[in-house]
């Protein structure tokens, strides 16, 4: 635990002074291409395994460089996160086709970079007559990736192989009666070279209740210029219309005819501002693991794109496992590393395409929204019939924290507001009933990924469940929140106060802590976290509530002692909560041991990226385990206490550390430096003007600097409050003389 020394009167005082008589500010002393440049990860050989390729993406578009173990042909899978197919019940992926490069008919070796500060990938190839070099980037600002080449010595064939399969997977389970679409049409369109493929509005198809058809299109063209070779390509899905063919052509020859040079400067600069947003510098395998989690949450999604899809992303493996969108945990992990890191617009994906398909979620007869546990796609986020409230209201934490983040109210009130309440109206029609006792106990129902036989047969649904217990008393307690600020509807938080004087309390044991639900232990490994929403994320239950400790440490050390199985899901999870208790040992094993994320065997060591069982795909993994990593530096819980190097390790690795413009709750950014295991200095620059609670280690009367006239009062439990911290005012805190205010990269 770390020590935290309480402010005196006398340092007070003098603290009030300071803020008026200096405004030192910190100094981030990065060379940024120089410190991106040593986390890029190279290739010796070419890859033929799809998550070790060197991968590129915009948030709809993505590639990847292989090669073709069999063909030695270059391979680039070209994919768009939206591109589904359409017909009913179906919800898988579609396939679509990939470029195939060759040079002179003969098999190349070579090596590649993926270039993160330029966002791009490159490759030098060679044959036996000769070379070429390659680089390609996703443009950061339309539907257009670009790929550039120069040969010495080669000739180089570029053609296009489109894949009319129509679904993902080597053992697809493809009902009886299906049937593929029309073959694509190949064909040339307005100086570019086109593959279309309709989705006509067929029964054979099991499309004819489609309003109308749908298309999707990939386009390139090819230029040379100055003894390069520029190849641009667009791959678009026009649903429920048939206007991608069109749509691909445009997108190209808009990005020609704005010019090369502007394409790509624009790209980059996109690419350079979203990595300065924030900045942190760790022991160097986890700063590295930080920064390509960075790196793919960039490519993977942007606030006008769909919900992240498949848990891969806009890449595609023509061999994927797991086709779908997953609202059981997948989904709600996919986007945990966005807000410390201070990139909350991410999640406007997510909650933008709830509320958009919000007709598809609606349950008539409760006036409520549930969302399937998983499977539909992203066209159609509801899945027959089969809805669940509770897994939306898990998805819609993270709006509650992008506001946390952001104070803007403009999305929590006109769209997290109306589905919360949706979702609170689900679960009391559907799961609730008045039990003998007057309480409101929860129907049988499931808890996520936990079941277990008895007689050969699973068991799988159990009364008063901890997974809706908590999922209801998060949603009664934020309504209330929403309207004691806003005044949304009083009415809401008036049968909400009354719901839970009524609502059944969680089932504990008192040996093992918080149970599945009524008469149901953790009785085997189990690698989800549904019975410990209420500690993380919701924050119902913390170390900060001496009541609370006990039952906490009793579930905790309950499921790491019973296991994870093999998956680190449960695992990072709870070394987010053991970080809570400022056990940074516990936190950091959660992501090294041999299955955690940081380690699991089936991390790609050039990428990141996650596949289990070679290509079930599950990229919100390591984003998870970055979030693991920022919850050793910053957390804010508990009043939204801003708690800085809460959780460090003793790892000597980890005795100097600094993070810049860290987001904490209440809109605040965070900017600190731990130098031989003792805080040097603290930032905190108010957005929102809020109140603004800190706890830290800082070892001495505290003094404070900055462009702001504020005090100090001490809260008690090793929490001050700085007062007087409005809108677009900074401050400082250090002990004794000024300490050097310059952050640098440890590890250049």
């Known amino acids: 635990m770390n020590k935290v020394v309480l402010v005196s009167l006398v340092a007070l005082s003098f603290v009030t002074a300071m803020a008026r008589s200096e405004t030192p500010d910190i100094m981030l002393d990065v060379n940024w291409p120089e410190f991106m440049e040593n986390l890029d990860p190279v290739w010796e050989e070419l890859p033929s395994v799809p998550k070790h390729g060197p991968m590129i993406g915009n948030g709809m578009l993505g590639t990847y460089l292989i090669q073709d173990e069999e063909t030695g042909e270059i391979r680039f899978e070209m994919s768009r996160s939206d591109l589904c197919d359409v017909r009913a019940g179906f919800n898988r992926r579609k396939t679509n086709g990939y ?27 060679q044959v036996s007559d000769g070379s070429l070099s390659l680089r390609a980037f996703a443009d950061a600002n339309s539907d257009v990736i670009v790929f550039v080449f120069e040969q010495t010595g080669v000739n180089l064939t570029w053609d296009w192989v489109p894949d009319n399969r129509g679904w993902a997977g080597t053992v697809p389970k493809i009902p009886d009666g299906y049937v593929p679409y029309p073959e694509p049409v190949l064909l040339e369109y307005q100086k570019c070279q086109v593959s279309v493929q309709d989705m006509p509005t067929d029964q054979k198809y099991w499309t004819q209740h489609e309003p109308a058809a749908s298309q999707h299109a990939t386009a390139w063209r090819i230029l040379h210029a100055k003894g390069k070779t520029y190849v641009f390509a667009s791959t678009t899905f026009a649903y429920r219309t048939s206007t991608a063919k069109q749509q691909a052509v445009d997108n190209i020859n808009q990005a020609i005819s704005k010019g090369f040079p502007e394409l790509e400067a624009e790209h980059q600069a996109w690419w350079q501002e979203f990595y300065q947003q924030s900045f942190v510098t760790l022991p160097q395998k986890f700063e590295w693991f930080h920064w390509m989690q960075i790196y793919k949450i960039g490519c993977m999604t942007r606030p006008d794109a769909p919900v992240i899809i498949d848990l ?19 989904t709600q992990k996919q986007y945990s590393n966005v807000f410390t890191s201070n990139h909350p617009e991410l999640a406007d994906s997510l909650l933008n395409s709830l509320w958009n398909q919000r007709e598809n979620l609606y349950d008539a007869e409760s006036d409520g ?27 819609l934490s993270l709006g509650w924290e992008r506001y946390q983040c952001t104070m803007d109210a403009e999305q929590l009130l006109n769209k997290v507001y109306p589905m919360l309440k949706g979702s609170y109206n689900y679960m009391k029609h559907h799961y609730l009933v008045e039990g003998e006792d007057g309480l409101l106990h929860f129907k049988p129902g499931a808890s996520p990924e936990y079941h277990f036989k008895v007689d050969g047969v699973k068991i799988r649904d159990f009364e008063d469940i901890t997974f809706q217990i908590a999922n209801m008393r998060w949603a009664c307690n934020t309504i209330i929140k929403i309207n004691e600020r806003y005044g949304v509807d009083e009415a809401d938080a008036i049968e909400c106060r009354s719901i839970l004087d009524r609502l059944t309390p969680y089932c504990v044991d008192p040996e093992q802590g918080f149970m599945i639900g009524k008469d149901t232990l953790l009785g085997h490994a189990h690698r989800h976290d549904s019975h410990e929403l209420q500690i993380f994320p919701y924050y119902e239950y913390t170390p900060d509530n001496p009541e609370q400790v006990d039952v906490i440490q009793k579930t905790l050390a309950h499921h790491k002692n019973i296991g994870f199985q093999d998956q680190g899901m449960a695992d990072a999870t709870w070394g987010i909560m053991r970080a809570m208790f400022g056990d940074g040992n516990d936190a950091l094993w959660s992501i090294t041991h041999e299955t955690g994320y940081v380690n699991h065997p089936d991390v790609s060591p050039y990428t990141t990226r996650l596949a289990v069982y070679k290509t079930a795909y599950v990229e919100e993994g390591p984003f998870l385990g970055d979030r693991v990593i920022q919850e050793m530096l910053l957390q804010s819980w508990g009043d939204d206490i801003i708690r800085v190097f809460p959780a460090v390790p003793d790892d000597p690795d980890w005795d100097d550390l600094a993070f810049h413009n860290f987001r904490a709750k209440g809109a605040f950014l965070v900017t600190a430096k731990r130098a031989d295991r003792k805080t040097s200095f603290i930032k905190i620059e108010s957005l929102e003007g809020e109140v ?57």
């Open 312 to 330: 891969i992303g806009p890449w595609f493996d023509r061999d994927l496992i797991w086709n779908g969108i997953w609202f059981n945990w997948n």
């Open 692 to 748: 603004c609670k800190v706890k830290f280690d800082l070892d001495g009367p505290i003094q404070i600097a900055g462009n702001a006239d504020c005090t100090i009062t001490d809260l008690g439990n090793g929490i001050i409050q700085i007062n007087n911290l409005k809108k677009g005012q900074w401050c400082v805190l250090y002990t004794g003389p000024l300490p050097d205010l310059r952050i640098v990269a440890k590890n250049l």
């Open 99 to 125: 470029f195939k490069l060759a040079l002179n008919g003969e098999r190349p070796t070579g090596t590649c970079r993926l270039d993160l500060w330029n966002a791009q990938l490159t490759a030098d190839l």
């Open 369 to 395: 929204y549930g969302v399937p546990w998983g499977g539909c796609g992203a066209h159609n986020l509801a899945r027959q019939n089969w809805r669940d409230a509770a897994c939306l209201t898990w998805l």
